[in-house]
């Protein structure tokens, strides 16, 4: 079965809980998270008749919330706004069912705070591959950037998010050659 913009309507709710945690890991804050997939949503709607018959909805969407978000970004930096922190506060009324007990509970809170370090180019790739499971292909074509610029910034997160976590004892994983002769 082929979908339409004229089945967007009814695709929405289900997919919101979705644009709604993707949004806030871009943005940061819950109301502007809710503020930006409310933005999504009627900019989706708007523009129902472009979706193409073999796009992926979900894909559209978080590509809609994306650019959405670039462009909240860039009115803001005109607007002379920055942008808020990460509310630690929000984060502690969160919990974690998968968390079995204090200690694991504390590194899933390092981790997100290492992903919210990361630059929002390294960021974005990270949560659609990571979090979000899109391949490759589908965070290049929702970002609109090649794929091996979404290889090198995955790349490059896992390395950040890594080195916060490696403890001083241990050693890197390969040592630089040292080499006399010019390349």
């Not at 069912?97 to 992903?115: F, G, K, W």
């Not at 896992?158 to 390349?183: C, N, T």
């Amino acid at each position: 079965m082929s979908i339409t913009g004229a089945d967007l309507p009814a695709l929405l709710p289900e997919l919101l809980p979705r644009l709604w945690a993707f949004a806030l890991r871009i943005c940061g804050d819950k109301h502007d998270a809710e503020d930006l997939v409310q933005l999504a949503c009627v900019r989706a709607l708007e523009r129902a008749h472009q979706l193409q018959p073999d796009t992926s909805v979900l894909s559209w969407m978080f590509s809609i919330v994306h650019s959405t978000w670039i462009n909240e970004l860039r009115s803001r930096k005109v607007r002379s706004r920055s942008r808020m922190d990460w509310n630690d506060e929000f984060l502690e009324t969160v919990s974690d069912p998968e968390a079995p007990n204090p200690e694991s509970d504390l590194m899933h809170r390092q981790i997100i705070e290492a992903v919210q370090k990361l630059p929002d180019g390294q960021r974005e790739v990270m949560l659609l591959v990571g979090v979000e499971r899109f391949s490759y292909k589908e965070a290049a074509e929702m970002l609109d950037l090649p794929i091996g610029t979404i290889m090198s910034r995955l790349s490059r997160a896992r390395q950040a998010i890594g080195a916060l976590f490696d403890s001083p004892k241990s050693k890197p994983l390969r040592a630089r050659p040292e080499s006399s002769s010019a390349s």
